[in-house]
């Protein structure tokens, strides 16, 4: 690596940390005055408060933004050299533009590889404790209010429950149907189920069972016992934001769960998944245009091309909802929902890229 490279990469990356911690500063303002009134009520010290809720609140926010701020340090940077004839200089010492990429591409790698790991080990662990947060003393309590629940949790096995009580765990006239093709095969009914915390099982009380073989019908009864299920009682709490609370094993051992029980959200959770891998690609497809659109030395000065460089971040940032809730709603593969933002904008950038002087 040369000087130059060095040069360039330790401008972008110390702007980039900069950014980081502005922006972070600026939404804990913001979100501290929406919530002030909240923080009031609660039953928790400052402390408790800023090591519970805002420190995990950051690299949450800093990571849903890091495209946008990538892409804005990548334009400050270029745009700052553009202006003060660092540029021409070294274009005209021979140095093309694509070897001028060279750091941005290791800087935006570097970058790329951290937040891969922080969005699929380290967020999700952190928006565990700050969403438990805010559902324990910012939002209004839970209540399952779902009735007549069915749930597949195995490839011949349904369960139906009435209704629920997410706060005793008690779930009210239970049943499980083996279903072989279009045929009953056997039927537990029970009035209840309880969940025993201390022991990790569900409670049975008098049960009976149905089991149909061709013409031959059998009813048997049986006393109370305990039984374990395939179904939890974390799958009758809120599943506000769970997607982005799940490490990525246990975001694939939830999206193979959701798959054996033909869920209707699981679009949610594939597209989650995608957009992992989508980031990274994200930063660096990014980074490049950024370059590209600051390199040129304009009369109206660096300003301009940095509010461009808003609007193209900004632009970026409503493709991905835009698409994420086509992806959602099943009108568009999740897969192509998660890359869509990303193709387009890889399309941009080679656009920009050959109609750029060399």
Same mark, same amino acid.
Request: charged share 20%; proline share 4%; hydrophobic share 45%.
């Given at each position: 690596?040369?000087? @130059?490279?060095?040069?360039?990469?330790? *401008?972008?990356?110390?702007?980039?940390?900069?950014?980081?911690?502005?922006l972070s500063a600026v939404l804990v303002i913001i979100d501290m005055t929406?919530?002030?009134?909240?923080? =009031?009520?609660?039953?928790?010290?400052?402390?408790?408060?800023?090591?519970?809720?805002?420190? &995990?609140?950051? +690299? $949450?926010?800093? =990571?849903? @933004?890091?495209?946008?701020?990538?892409?804005?340090?990548?334009?400050?940077?270029?745009?700052?050299?553009?202006?003060?004839?660092?540029?021409?200089? /070294?274009?005209?010492?021979?140095?093309?533009?694509?070897?001028?990429?060279? #750091?941005?591409?290791?800087?935006?790698?570097?970058?790329?590889?951290?937040?891969?790991?922080?969005? &699929?080990?380290?967020?999700?662990?952190?928006?565990?404790?700050?969403?438990?947060?805010? &559902?324990?003393?910012?939002?209004?309590?839970?209540?399952?209010?779902?009735?007549?629940?069915?749930?597949?949790?195995? !490839?011949?096995?349904?369960?139906?429950?009435?209704?629920?009580?997410? /706060? &005793?765990?008690?779930?009210?006239?239970?049943?499980?149907?083996?279903?072989?093709? !279009?045929?009953?095969?056997?039927?537990?009914?029970?009035?209840?189920?309880?969940?025993?915390?201390?022991?990790?099982?569900?409670?049975?009380?008098?049960?009976?069972?149905?089991?149909?073989?061709?013409?031959?019908?059998?009813?048997?009864?049986?006393?109370?016992?305990?039984?374990?299920?395939?179904?939890? +009682? *974390?799958?009758?709490?809120?599943? $506000?934001?769970?997607?982005?609370? @799940?490490?990525?094993?246990?975001?694939?051992?939830?999206?193979?769960? !959701?798959?054996?029980?033909?869920?209707?959200?699981?679009?949610?959770? !594939?597209?989650?998944?995608?957009?992992?891998?989508?980031?990274?690609?994200?930063?660096?497809?990014?980074?490049?245009?950024?370059?590209?659109?600051?390199?040129?030395?304009?009369?109206?000065?660096?300003?301009?091309?940095?509010?461009?460089?808003?609007?193209?971040?900004?632009?970026?940032v409503l493709f991905i909802i835009l698409s994420r809730g086509v992806g *959602?709603?099943?009108?568009? +593969?999740?897969?192509?929902?998660?890359?869509? #933002?990303?193709?387009?904008?890889?399309?941009?950038? $080679?656009?920009?890229?050959?109609?750029? +002087?060399?």
């Amino acid at each position: 690596m040369k000087i @130059l490279d060095l040069y360039i990469l330790k *401008k972008y990356l110390t702007t980039f940390v900069f950014v980081v911690f502005l922006l972070s500063a600026v939404l804990v303002i913001i979100d501290m005055t929406e919530k002030i009134e909240d923080f =009031n009520r609660m039953n928790r010290t400052a402390w408790q408060i800023a090591t519970e809720y805002y420190l &995990n609140f950051i +690299p $949450y926010y800093a =990571n849903m @933004l890091s495209p946008i701020i990538v892409f804005i340090s990548a334009v400050f940077v270029t745009a700052r050299l553009a202006t003060h004839t660092e540029i021409v200089a /070294i274009v005209s010492s021979g140095v093309s533009l694509k070897r001028i990429l060279v #750091p941005y591409l290791i800087g935006s790698s570097f970058l790329g590889l951290i937040v891969f790991f922080l969005i &699929n080990w380290v967020i999700p662990n952190a928006n565990k404790v700050r969403i438990h947060f805010e &559902n324990t003393y910012i939002k209004d309590k839970f209540y399952f209010n779902k009735r007549n629940v069915h749930i597949k949790t195995g !490839l011949t096995q349904y369960i139906y429950l009435e209704s629920y009580d997410n /706060i &005793n765990h008690v779930g009210y006239r239970f049943c499980i149907e083996t279903i072989d093709g !279009l045929l009953l095969k056997q039927k537990l009914d029970a009035p209840h189920i309880i969940w025993d915390r201390a022991i990790g099982k569900w409670k049975l009380p008098d049960f009976k069972v149905r089991t149909i073989e061709g013409d031959k019908e059998t009813i048997e009864y049986f006393k109370a016992k305990d039984t374990t299920l395939n179904i939890k +009682p *974390k799958d009758f709490e809120s599943q $506000y934001m769970l997607n982005e609370q @799940l490490t990525l094993p246990e975001l694939n051992e939830h999206i193979e769960k !959701l798959q054996i029980r033909g869920a209707e959200d699981l679009e949610t959770y !594939l597209i989650e998944r995608y957009e992992r891998f989508t980031y990274p690609f994200a930063i660096i497809i990014l980074t490049i245009i950024g370059v590209i659109v600051s390199a040129r030395k304009t009369r109206e000065g660096a300003g301009l091309q940095i509010a461009f460089g808003f609007i193209l971040a900004f632009v970026y940032v409503l493709f991905i909802i835009l698409s994420r809730g086509v992806g *959602k709603a099943g009108d568009m +593969p999740p897969l192509l929902a998660a890359w869509l #933002p990303n193709i387009i904008f890889c399309l941009i950038g $080679y656009f920009m890229y050959w109609r750029i +002087p060399k």
